[in-house]
């Protein structure tokens, strides 16, 4: 079992330029650096936050980066003078400082598209750290996703655009669990970022790692003893299966997986449906269905998974791909 001395410490550096342009022209909406901070916890224990960038042109943007304890480093336009290239050597500079004085720091996290900063990337690789990099998928360098040691896509972190808010205080459970499908999702989610990155889970890693992404994550709020009395709960209801006792693994039950590959599988039979309506139509279908409740961060992984399981076909491009029932699976 993983002990909390075994966890990884990260140190995390935005080039925040890159991102909030990007994000911006690419996506239509403002960085956000929750999704990274969700993702990061299911990884480590995020200890060193830094984001550079001419803060005059990104006031607004402040306030976000502070609540998630993020040390903001101004790098002030000059006359005749490039602001990019001066936060781009700074920022390298400063992760090279860290990676030589600190060396209980084992993960690196580079977030930028910017291929200028691949040198970096190769350095902290050469120092025997692991790098992870993050940017936006369109101004992503094609240059720098090969050069890290895993890349993920801002695009892919965040939530869809027709997701319902997602509501930040829990509510009390009644006697037959929790009420807020929300408090659900938290685990599954985490559990299935922890099982894709380290593969087996055990109780005392998950919970770890939910108070490393909500802090303020309490199991008493919901109505159950203790964190064992919650997952034994989820259990239950078939979200995740338990294995072993004290502090047994824990796995994301198949059950609700295959009903909803049934659900899937009589939609697609009266034929394709577009990939922008396909959530629509499943919700038509079952009220209740929600990807985050099986162990999906968005919609769009949710998708990429039922791909790869061979349950649905994806054609076409950008908004005009298409969802069918692959050959052979159609009813």
Same mark, same amino acid.
């Given at each position: ?59 607004? #943007? ?92 801002? $695009? ?6 027709? #997701? ?21 999702? %938290? ?46 709960? %989820?259990? #239950? ?9 004290? $502090? ?12 909803? $590959? ?56 950008? #908004? ?12």
């Amino acid at each position: 079992m993983a002990t909390d001395e075994q966890v990884p410490r990260i140190a995390v550096f935005l080039d925040y330029e890159n991102l909030a342009i990007g994000a911006k022209d690419n996506l239509g909406a403002a960085f956000d650096f929750g999704p990274v901070a969700d993702a990061l916890a299911e990884r480590g224990r995020v200890i060193h936050r830094k984001a550079y960038a001419d803060w005059s042109y990104f006031d607004s #943007d402040r306030r976000m980066l502070t609540r998630h304890q993020v040390e903001l480093i101004d790098i002030p336009q000059k006359m005749g003078g490039s602001r990019k290239n001066a936060a781009d050597i700074k920022m390298a500079i400063d992760a090279i400082e860290l990676a030589l004085d600190r060396e209980y720091i084992t993960t690196f996290v580079i977030c930028t598209g910017d291929s200028d900063l691949s040198p970096l990337v190769q350095k902290l690789r050469e120092l025997d750290r692991q790098v992870i990099g993050v940017g936006v998928r369109k101004s992503t360098s094609k240059l720098l996703p090969p050069a890290c040691d895993e890349f993920m896509f801002y $695009d892919n972190l965040v939530s869809d655009s027709d #997701d319902e808010p997602r509501p930040k205080r829990r509510g009390k459970s009644d006697d037959n669990g929790p009420t807020s499908t929300t408090d659900i999702s %938290l685990v599954t989610s985490t559990l299935a970022g922890l099982s894709s990155s380290s593969g087996t889970v055990r109780s005392s890693s998950l919970k770890r790692a939910l108070l490393r992404k909500d802090p303020t994550f309490s199991e008493a709020e919901l109505g159950f003893r203790n964190f064992g009395a919650l997952l034994a709960h %989820l259990a #239950d209801k078939g979200l995740v299966e338990l294995t072993g006792s004290g $502090d047994p693994e824990v796995v994301l039950s198949g059950v609700s997986a295959e009903a909803v $590959d049934e659900l899937l599988t009589k939609l697609l039979a009266d034929g394709p449906v577009p990939l922008t309506g396909l959530k629509t139509a499943l919700r038509k279908r079952n009220p209740d269905f929600n990807e985050r409740d099986l162990g999906y961060r968005n919609f769009n992984s949710f998708v990429t998974a039922a791909e790869v399981r061979g349950v649905i076909k994806v054609t076409g491009k950008d #908004d005009a791909r298409m969802v069918a029932a692959p050959k052979g699976r159609r009813r």
